[in-house]
């Protein structure tokens, strides 16, 4: 068999192919580096699979680690590419590859150097000087490489998780000129690659987020997916093109794999981008497959759908029915988030925080310190204890301190609230952490500076009109600031809070809302709430109609308390 022979590729009779692999098979050492590469692509290519062409292709990788040092650099590149591609890439074949491929990093052209990072990174084997020396290499050369070439590069880099920030920097001032070249995928890898990589280029995600806004209809859903996320995890803003993404994706969630759905949520909801019909179908199209889904896919979905504060119930219960039966399959984070998600949905699921505790209480010096805090705020806004809880005992007080140092002001914060309900509402004066991060928690409660909303002066303002005393953003012992305090006399006072839509989940207040309203109401306080769509629906164009209405609508609310 020759190397440039290739007539035999295109036959669909599959005997010149068991011929060829038969004669092969016995002509191995005879066969020259081109054509022990080319056999090797060929047999890749066509997704050649079964027993005996594993075996041809472990013989040929013998074969070729005797005499890598015949091979010019296409050989390589090739060689390298087939066996990453056939998932044949045993460790010594690719450091024998790797280290030849080294040392003559400048015999390779644009696209040697990319098939050969992209073989590498598909193989997850690590090679360091090898990678140092192309991303050298290759930022001297970026003008030679085309599209996808650019791409496979940073795609590359970015799998093998191998730092390349001159690489990085000069193809990202190459790639925004040139994105009208890219076809769908490109677009979605380069953009998922520099925000893997963490390497800041805004004028390339503007470039990439420009072009594809008006071309989402020819992604298929993985380049949707893996564009949202890429945008999202970057921080950069891209208002049109999630509008495109989600517009499109919402009419495709039948093709999106769990995955897919999840990671969509989870783009949108971390992006901060309102998509109200998207979550609905992804909803939708979840609810009757959950049990697709894997432990990370359920969590990512219900922290995306509470961080988005988007009401799904029935996607809740059926997540929570899910999740119950298999929590042992959680990783920590996983544990955390769920719990977290469900709280702050605001959304009771008793059978699922119990199998949380059972498991999370074996496993609690796993917790970080943001899984700890979160997991014990979680529990206190749906306040839930189970009868005989082992979860917040002495190892979960003993973890607390001895992570101590650790957490930042969130976690501080959720912290002390935990302990208001532990020890306060629920009397538990067992198990509580050591008073010097207690000290801290309450510290770092009562630091968060209230921004009162115009939504509440304007209240406040109203209140004032009617002839009462009004104190605003009063701070409490238990180190809550109440929006304001109504003095009506007589020793009667009222805290009145005002909520605008990020207290509501719909119309449903968030956990965080309802946990600080049952706390204020177990300290003592005569509570009223006024939400942001009543007090708007007082609006009128007459300015002494709006008046008269918001004191009647006042002075009722006061009144029943």
């Not at 590469?37 to 041809?56: F, P, Y």
């Not at 994105?179 to 390497?199: C, G, I, K, M, Y």
């Not at 006072?493 to 605008?500: K, N, R, S, T």
Request: net charge negative.
């Amino acid at each position: 068999m020759r190397g440039a022979d290739r007539s035999w590729l295109q036959s669909d009779d599959g005997a010149p192919l068991l011929a060829l692999r038969k004669q092969t098979t016995y002509q191995v050492r005879t066969l020259s580096g081109r054509e022990l590469s080319n056999t090797a692509h060929a047999i890749a290519k066509l997704g050649l699979r079964g027993m005996a062409w594993g075996s041809l292709l472990e013989r040929l990788g013998g074969a070729v680690l005797a005499r890598v040092s015949e091979f010019n650099a296409f050989d390589l590149s090739n060689t390298a590419w087939a066996f990453a591609k056939a998932g044949r890439a045993t460790p010594v074949l690719f450091d024998a590859i790797g280290e030849e491929s080294t040392r003559r990093v400048c015999d390779f052209n644009a696209q040697g150097l990319a098939n050969m990072v992209w073989a590498f990174a598909t193989a997850r084997h690590a090679a360091p000087a090898l990678f140092d020396a192309i991303e050298e290499e290759s930022a001297r050369r970026v003008c030679d490489f085309n599209a996808q070439d650019l791409t496979i590069m940073v795609w590359a880099f970015a799998k093998a998780r191998h730092a390349a920030p001159a690489l990085f920097d000069v193809i990202g001032k190459e790639a925004p000129g040139r994105v009208r070249e890219f076809n769908p995928q490109d677009l979605s890898n380069t953009a998922w690659a520099f925000a893997t990589a963490r390497h800041a280029a805004p004028a390339l995600f503007d470039a990439i987020g420009r072009e594809s806004a008006g071309r989402v209809r020819e992604f298929n859903p993985q380049d949707l997916v893996n564009t949202a996320w890429a945008f999202a995890t970057a921080g950069h803003a891209a208002p049109a093109l999630f509008d495109a993404i989600g517009r499109e994706s919402a009419g495709r969630v039948r093709e999106f794999d769990p995955q897919n759905l999840a990671n969509t949520a989870w783009a949108f909801a971390m992006a901060g981008h309102a998509a109200p019909a998207l979550f609905d179908a992804i909803g939708r199209e979840s609810a009757g497959r959950f049990r697709e889904f894997d432990p990370q896919n359920l969590a990512n979905t219900a922290w995306a759908f509470a961080t988005a504060g988007h009401a799904a119930p029935a996607l809740f219960d059926a997540i929570g029915r899910e999740s119950a039966g298999r929590v042992r399959e959680f990783v920590p984070q996983d544990l955390a988030n769920m719990a977290w998600a469900f709280a702050t949905a605001g959304h009771a699921a008793p059978a699922l925080f119990d199998a949380i505790e059972r498991e999370a209480a074996g496993r609690v010096r796993e917790l970080n310190p943001q899984n700890l805090c979160s997991m014990a705020w979680a529990y206190a806004v749906l306040d839930h204890l189970p009868a005989q809880s082992s979860l917040f005992d002495q190892r979960f007080a003993h973890h607390c301190d001895a992570l101590s140092h650790e957490f930042n002001s969130l976690d501080l914060r959720q912290l002390h609230q935990w302990r208001l309900w532990y020890a306060s509402e629920r009397a538990c004066s067992d198990a509580l952490p050591g008073a010097a991060l207690l000290a801290r928690c309450d510290a770092m409660f009562r630091s968060e500076k209230a921004r009162p909303s115009l939504l509440q002066r304007d209240v406040a303002n109203a209140l004032a009109s009617l002839g009462v005393s009004v104190q605003e953003e009063k701070v409490l012992e238990e180190g809550y600031s109440l929006d304001l305090v109504v003095d009506c006399g007589g020793g009667k006072l009222i805290a009145v809070e005002v909520d605008g839509p990020s207290h509501f989940v719909g119309r449903e207040p968030t956990g965080a809302t309802l946990l600080k309203r049952r706390q204020l109401k177990h300290f003592g306080w005569r509570l009223v709430s006024v939400p942001y769509w009543e007090w708007g629906g007082l609006a009128h164009p007459d300015k002494s109609k709006e008046r008269e209405q918001r004191a009647a609508y006042l002075k009722a609310l006061l009144s029943e308390e």
